[in-house]
């Protein structure tokens, strides 16, 4: 074996050890901070009446893994406020595309003392192009609802995941 041989391997064994170390460095993921998936799934949601509501609470039964045979222990409740501005004006005055804003303000309650304990506010945005064929409109509409739902649902996740991991529940 060469010199240069032996060399590259020393490296890559200290490097190895260096990562291998780095391993145990205290960092546990948010998914992984004991009580947060149970937490979770202890959430029942109460959203408003509406589409967007709707689809709101779907995306966050799936997103908290909503355990709906067990007791739920938590209580989220939440309103959300929809807008819609017209962008980019065309020569007769029709809006090309819509930004479509969906504001949710949430608060958690505790079931067991009926007590919030904790709340936020969500805001997501979204684009679609305004279509002229009325079909594809309703369409383009409902899909931004959609991803605008689901993009505020993921965001009220993280921040109710992390809120679990502060406060353990015993």
């Not at 938590?74 to 809006?95: C, M, Y």
């Not at 958690?108 to 007590?115: E, K, S």
Request: proline share 5%.
């Amino acid at each position: 074996m060469t010199s240069r041989t032996c060399a590259r391997l020393l490296a890559v064994a200290a490097l190895s050890g260096a990562v291998l170390a780095g391993v145990g460095c205290g960092f546990t993921p948010l998914y992984a901070t004991p009580g947060v998936s149970r937490g979770l799934s202890a959430v029942t949601i109460f959203a408003p009446e509406g589409r967007v509501a709707f689809l709101l609470r779907e995306d966050l039964d799936d997103a908290l893994a909503h355990d709906k045979s067990a007791a739920p222990q938590w209580r989220l409740d939440l309103t959300a406020v929809q807008s819609r501005e017209p962008r980019g004006l065309r020569a007769d005055n029709v809006a090309e595309r819509y930004d479509l804003g969906l504001t949710v303000t949430y608060t958690l309650v505790a079931l067991a003392t009926g007590l919030p304990v904790h709340s936020g506010q969500v805001h997501s945005q979204v684009s679609y192009d305004a279509a002229d064929a009325p079909y594809a409109g309703i369409a383009a509409r409902q899909d931004s609802q959609n991803r605008a739902a689901a993009d505020a649902a993921r965001r009220i996740q993280i921040d109710l995941a992390t809120w679990m991991a502060r406060h353990p529940q015993s």
